[in-house]
C-alpha cells in the first residue's frame, strides 16, 4: 500500500474549539456511527421521559449536530476539492428539503396506506420521516471537516468494522438460537399476474426475527453488510489475522440471512477490490470456498439464487427475473408519471410513489418504495433532476476511479468497492435521499474526499512561515 498519504500528506486545515471539545466531538460522532446498526433496536427507540422525539439516537444525533455548528465552520471551505464537495452537499441537501416540504402535507394519506411505517400527525411525521433522515448527512459534514487526517480516517473504518462485528455476532447468535427461520422457505417473491396486489413472503420467520430484535428490516441488514463487508476485507488483508474471524463472521451472517442482494453484491464488490489489488490467489480460494458452501449449503438462500427467473408456469423473463418489479411495480408507475407533465417533470415529492392513482386499482404491488433507487428518485423529484442525477454520477464515478489509480491505496480502494456494491443494489432496492439503507455512504464518500484531498495538499508546496 502507498504510504504516501499516512505519512507525507499535510490534514486538511479545520477550525477547532479547545483539544478536549474537539475530542469530545469526535468521541460523540464515532458513537453515533457505532450504533448505527443498533438504532431502532427496541431499548434505543424508547422516548426518554415520555418526551415525543427523545430518543437515544435522535439525542445523540443532536449532540454531533450541535458540535458540527460550533466546533466546526461547515460550509467554510479551505481548498477546492472540499469547496466543490460542500457545493454538492448542499445541492443534494437542497433537494431533500425540497422533496420533504411537498410531502408533509400527504401525511395523512401515507399514514392511511402505511400505518406501521407513517405517523398520522403532521408533527410526528416532520419527526420520523423528515428530521431523521437528515441526521444521516451529518456524517458527510462531520468526517469531510472534522476527520482529515488518514489515521482519523483509519479510526472511523475502525469503528464500522467493530460495529459490524458485533452485529454479526448478535445476528448469528439470534439465527442459531432461532434455526427454524433458516428453514423457513425460499426468499420473498412478489406477486404474480393472478393477484397483482399479493406478496408472497415465504421469509417473514428470518423477517420477524429482525424487526424483533434489531428493529429493521432483513434487506435493511442486508444492505448494511453490502455497505461495510469490503472493510472488513481490507482489515483482515492489512492488518493481520485479529480480522480474520469478524469478516468470516460477516460472511456467515450474509450467508443466514438468506438475501439474494446481499449475497451476490457482497461478493461482486469483495471481488472487485481484491482484483484492484491484484489479491488474485485469494480471490480463487474465495471462489473455491463460495463454491463448496453452496454444495454443503443446500438451503433456501442458495436454492432461491439458483431458480432467479426460473419457474415452473412463467418461465425466463425479466420480470421473473426481478419477482414482480417490472410488470407490477415499474411499468405502471412509468407510465402513470409520464402521462403527467406535472409528475413527469418535477414528481411527487418524497415517498412518491404512495401518491400513485393505480394504488388501490390491483395493478401495482401496494409496496412503499418503488424498489430501484433511480426510478424512486424519478417518481419524487421529476425528470430533471433524474437528469443531474445521472450526470452526476457518471462524473462521479470516472473521477473516483482517475483518483483511485493515482492513490493507489488499499484504504481508498476498499472504500469505492463499498460504494460500487451499494450502487449496484440500487437496481432492486435501496434509495438516493437519505434512508437507513444508505447511511454508510455518506462517511463513506467524504472518507474517500478526504484522501484525494491529503494527495493533492501534499502536492501543494508548503506555506510560507
Request: proline share 5%; hydrophobic share 50%.
Amino acid at each position: 500500500m502507498s504510504t504516501s498519504l499516512s505519512n507525507n500528506a499535510r490534514a486538511p486545515y479545520h477550525l477547532t474549539l479547545p483539544h478536549s471539545g474537539a475530542q469530545a466531538g469526535t468521541f460523540f460522532f464515532l458513537l453515533f456511527v457505532f450504533i448505527w446498526p443498533f438504532q431502532r433496536a427496541p431499548f434505543l427507540t424508547d422516548n426518554l421521559f415520555g418526551i415525543q422525539g427523545f430518543k437515544p439516537f435522535n439525542l445523540l444525533s443532536g449532540v454531533v449536530l450541535a458540535y458540527l455548528v460550533f466546533d466546526t465552520a461547515p460550509l467554510h471551505a479551505t481548498d477546492k476539492i472540499e469547496r466543490t464537495s460542500i457545493r454538492i452537499f448542499l445541492l443534494y441537501f437542497a433537494t431533500l428539503a425540497i422533496a420533504l416540504i411537498r410531502s408533509v402535507p400527504n401525511a395523512p394519506l401515507f399514514h392511511s396506506r402505511f400505518p406501521e411505517s407513517f405517523p398520522e400527525s403532521y408533527f410526528d411525521f416532520v419527526l420520523s420521516a423528515c428530521i431523521v433522515p437528515t441526521f444521516y448527512t451529518l456524517s458527510f459534514l462531520f468526517t469531510l471537516k472534522r476527520m482529515c487526517s488518514f489515521q482519523e480516517i483509519e479510526r472511523i473504518t475502525t469503528v464500522i468494522c467493530l460495529s459490524i462485528l458485533l452485529l454479526s455476532i448478535a445476528f448469528v447468535a439470534l439465527a442459531l438460537m432461532n434455526p427454524s427461520v433458516l428453514l423457513s422457505g425460499h426468499a420473498s417473491e412478489m406477486a404474480g399476474p393472478d393477484s397483482a396486489n399479493r406478496v408472497l413472503v415465504a421469509r417473514d420467520e428470518m423477517n420477524e426475527l429482525c424487526l424483533a430484535y434489531l428493529g429493521t428490516h432483513y434487506n435493511v441488514i442486508g444492505t448494511i453488510y453490502i455497505s461495510t463487508v469490503p472493510l472488513l476485507l481490507y482489515r483482515a488483508l492489512t492488518r493481520g489475522g485479529l480480522w480474520i474471524a469478524p469478516l468470516g463472521l460477516s460472511f456467515l451472517a450474509v450467508l443466514l440471512l438468506e438475501s439474494r442482494t446481499a449475497l451476490v453484491t457482497v461478493a461482486a464488490s469483495c471481488s472487485l477490490f481484491l482484483i484492484l489489488r491484484r489479491r488474485f490467489d485469494i480471490l480463487v480460494l474465495g471462489a473455491a470456498a463460495a463454491g463448496a458452501t453452496s454444495l454443503l449449503w443446500i438451503g433456501p438462500t442458495i436454492d432461491a439464487l439458483l431458480s432467479i427467473g426460473l419457474g415452473s408456469s412463467s418461465g425466463f423473463s425479466a420480470d421473473a427475473l426481478l419477482t414482480g418489479r417490472v410488470d407490477y411495480i415499474w411499468g405502471p408507475l412509468l407510465s402513470e408519471w409520464t402521462s403527467n407533465i406535472g409528475l413527469f417533470l418535477f414528481g411527487a415529492g418524497r415517498y412518491g410513489i404512495l401518491m400513485s392513482q393505480l394504488w388501490d386499482t390491483g395493478t401495482l404491488i401496494q409496496a412503499s418504495t418503488a424498489h430501484n433507487a433511480i426510478i424512486g428518485f424519478f417518481l419524487d423529484c421529476g425528470v430533471i433532476a433524474t437528469g443531474v442525477l445521472l450526470i452526476f454520477f457518471l462524473v462521479g464515478t470516472a473521477t473516483a476511479w482517475r483518483v483511485g489509480r493515482r492513490l493507489n491505496s488499499d484504504l481508498y480502494w476498499a472504500l469505492f468497492a463499498s460504494i460500487f456494491g451499494l450502487g449496484i443494489s440500487m437496481a432492486t432496492g435501496r434509495d438516493i435521499l437519505p434512508t437507513i439503507d444508505n447511511m454508510y455512504a455518506f462517511p463513506i464518500i467524504a472518507m474517500m474526499i478526504n484522501l484525494a484531498r491529503l494527495r493533492y495538499l501534499a502536492s501543494q508546496p508548503a506555506p510560507r512561515e
